[in-house]
């Protein structure tokens, strides 16, 4: 390697870029200088040569030759360098969107098989409902079936039942109407005996009015008819009376009744807060308060009142004078008092305050 | 001014007040503190007390000493004082106080200024928590007051808060006497009294219930109460005590007060919210009204008030208020 020639092309293939002239444009770069292979070969050699003369005049020509392997082995090397490290960079890069389109492709796949299931699941649930609607029809036609069968069963026994009942019934109303056909021929065999008589026994008071003649019976009739009536008219007046009295005696009654209601009500009512208030008052018995009808007051006699009282005692209180001390006036208290107990007191307010 | 007769007495289980009109037509009261105590009788006690101008009586082979000495000497010999009077009413235990009494109430009221000169004297309600009989104690005092030459009636103690309170409001509202053995309530309407009645749990309820739980006795207590608590802001061991009891004792008379009220058959129907007067002895601590007021958002009372309020002069109101009804009886009798 060291004896090949230092491959111009390639290295500047390999160290530089290419640009469209669209980009150089983008990027404002409007001009450019141009120079062909060859002559950049050229220039590196004269370059080259020109160091090698002027920098190592004190080397011999084997030592320079050795120079110029040496740096011809350097730059191979660097060349190398620089290939392999843009080799794995376009490596990497590839690497990179090759990741990008897996990413890419899976997320593809990903919606792809969410839409697959949503698909699915749809068509299970539109197959399930298919299948569930004929199920429910299906059950329906079974419900109406066996109501059709329930209700013809239930309507031919209230049907046996009826005509049981009913079978029952007609020999009962043939039972009555043979009952009822034997009672009627009873009553009116009755009926022509009572009516025989009474025909036979009308005839005969019709011979005997006819004897005693028709029109006196008539005004003895009539006379007993009206004193009936004047008794029932006076038995009605008394008894209006009577009613009317009674009324009275139940309205007097119940008002009584009343009067002794409420004052035993009143009575009931006042013990019953009294006994309120006692409790309240935390006494286990006795008080004014509990007293009922019946109690009596310890009143002491004039006797004793006078063995209490009468009598006297050795003190030296009379011939103390008690310091008495002023307290005011009574003002109109008395004035306002009088006219109010003569009947005038509202107004005496009335009046003093305008 | 001409006097106006008749004499107003305030009998109360703690206090006797007597009221009359003097010729100025200013109203003298004289107040008595309606206690006694034993003390041993012997010419040295008798003459030392008279010296010391304390009244003292004498009964039987006991002597005791009167009024509000008897008081301040229970306190310092640490010794209960003898009430004559218990919840309110004489009662028939105690007959043998009645001699004292009548000494007391004479030594105030005096001399009646004509022959039968009317006196009104208090009597409670009805008790709704005591079985001790206002007829008895009417019986006694009626005695006790013909023997002092006067023509004795009698005015329920509420009513007579609202004769000497209730002049502006047409004698139209609640008035409530605190005394020592009792509530008293009087609703009045236009100076009728159309509900009375009372409680036996007041000033003597708290002394005791506070003496109990102090254990100290209960004068003690009715001295450390006297000389100024205030209710709202008790200050000492013994004025959380007061203030404790007294709030249970507004507690408890207020709502017997609605019970009884809602229970009554014949209460007025007010066509305008009406006060409530306090008045007596036990309404004096401090800031009583503010506490009954405090209690009284809490209940649902069944008349419309307007107001509670203490009375202008709450010590004296009932026997103002006795004054007042014993002086339209003598003129509606001269008239």
Redesign the interface.
């Known amino acids: 390697m060291a004896d090949q020639p230092f491959d111009v092309r390639r290295a500047i293939e390999q160290s530089s870029s290419k640009s469209t002239l669209q980009e150089l444009a983008k990027k404002g770069i409007h001009r450019v200088k141009v120079l062909d292979e060859q002559m950049i070969n050229k220039l590196i050699g004269e370059a080259v040569e020109r160091i090698l003369s002027t920098k190592t005049n004190l080397l011999s020509t084997d030592d320079r030759q050795k120079l110029i392997d040496a740096s011809r082995k350097e730059l191979d090397r660097l060349v190398r360098d620089h290939q392999s490290t843009k080799d794995q960079a376009e490596l990497m890069t590839k690497d990179k969107q090759s990741l990008v389109s897996e990413v890419e492709n899976l997320q593809d796949q990903l919606k792809t098989t969410r839409k697959l299931g949503d698909d699915t699941a749809k068509q299970r649930y539109e197959d399930g409902k298919a299948i569930m609607k004929s199920e429910v029809e299906d059950m329906k036609r079974k419900m109406s079936s066996m109501e059709e069968d329930i209700s013809k069963r239930v309507r031919r026994e209230v049907e046996l039942e009826y005509q049981a009942k009913s079978a029952g019934l007609q020999a009962s109303i043939e039972q009555l109407k043979g009952d009822g056909s034997r009672r009627e021929n009873e009553v009116r065999d009755q009926y022509d005996r009572r009516e025989k008589d009474l025909r036979e026994e009308l005839s005969r008071r019709e011979q005997d009015i006819v004897a005693r003649g028709a029109s006196m019976k008539e005004a003895e009739l009539r006379t007993t008819l009206d004193q009936m009536q004047h008794k029932n008219m006076e038995m009605a007046e008394k008894h209006a009376d009577q009613l009317e009295e009674l009324k009275k005696s139940d309205d007097k009654v119940l008002t009584t009744l009343s009067e002794l209601f409420n004052k035993a009500i009143e009575g009931v009512n006042k013990k019953l807060g009294d006994l309120r208030l006692r409790s309240i008052a935390g006494v286990a018995a006795g008080g004014s308060m509990g007293r009922v009808e019946g109690d009596v007051d310890f009143r002491p006699s004039q006797a004793t009142l006078d063995s209490l009282i009468t009598g006297e005692l050795e003190s030296n209180l009379k011939g103390m004078q008690v310091e008495a001390k002023t307290g005011g006036k009574i003002g109109n208290a008395l004035d306002r008092l009088k006219a109010m107990r003569s009947g005038g007191g509202g107004e005496t307010k009335k009046e003093e305050k305008k | 001014m001409a006097i ?1 007769h008749g004499k107003g007495l305030d009998v109360g289980t703690c206090n006797l007040v007597a ?1 009359e ?2 010729d100025k ?6 107040p ?1 503190r309606n206690v006694f105590i034993d003390v041993p009788i012997d010419a040295y006690t ?1 003459n030392m ?2 010296r010391l ?1 304390v ?5 039987g082979k006991k002597m005791y000493v ?1 009024g509000d000495h008897a008081f301040e000497l229970a306190n310092v010999l640490n010794k209960n004082t003898r009430r004559p009077m218990k919840d309110g009413l004489i009662s ?1 235990k105690e ?1 043998d106080a ?3 009494m ?3 109430i ?3 009221l005096g001399q009646p200024r004509v022959p039968n000169e009317v006196c009104f004297y208090s009597v409670p309600g ?11 104690h009417r ?2 005092f009626d ?2 007051l013909k ?1 002092l030459g006067y023509k004795p009636s009698h005015i329920l103690e509420g009513h007579a808060v609202t ?2 309170e209730l ?1 502006e409001e ?2 139209t509202g609640i008035g409530v006497s605190c005394g020592g053995g009792m509530f008293n309530i009087c609703v009045a309407y ?2 009728m009294p159309a509900l009375s ?1 009372s ?1 036996s ?1 007041s000033g003597d309820w708290v002394d005791n219930n506070v003496a109990n739980v102090l254990g100290i006795k209960p004068a003690k207590a009715a001295l450390i109460k006297e000389k100024g608590v205030d209710l709202m802001k008790p200050k000492t061991r013994e004025e959380d005590a007061i203030a404790i009891y007294y709030r249970n004792l507004i507690k408890y008379n207020l ?2 007060i609605c ?2 009220f809602r ?3 014949n209460m007025p129907s007010f066509t305008e919210p009406v006060s409530m007067v306090f008045t007596g002895g036990t309404s004096m601590a401090g800031n009583f009204i503010e506490l009954v007021r405090a209690v009284f958002k809490e209940l649902d009372f069944p008349i419309p008030v307007k107001e509670c309020r203490m009375a ?2 709450p010590f ?1 109101a009932t026997a ?1 208020g006795a ?2 009804a014993a ?2 009886e003598t ?2 009798q001269t008239a």
Do not use: H, M
């Open positions: 106006q009221a009109q003097n037509g200013e109203i003298e009261l004289r008595k008798k007390l008279t101008n009244p003292y009586v004498v009964q009167l028939p007959q009645l001699p004292v009548k000494l007391l004479g030594s105030i009805d008790p709704v928590d005591s079985d001790l009989s206002v007829a008895y019986d006694l005695a006790v023997s004769f000497a002049e047409d004698f236009k100076s009645f409680t749990r709502s017997s019970e009884r229970a009554a058959e202008k002069d004296n103002k004054l007042v002086q339209l003129s509606s």
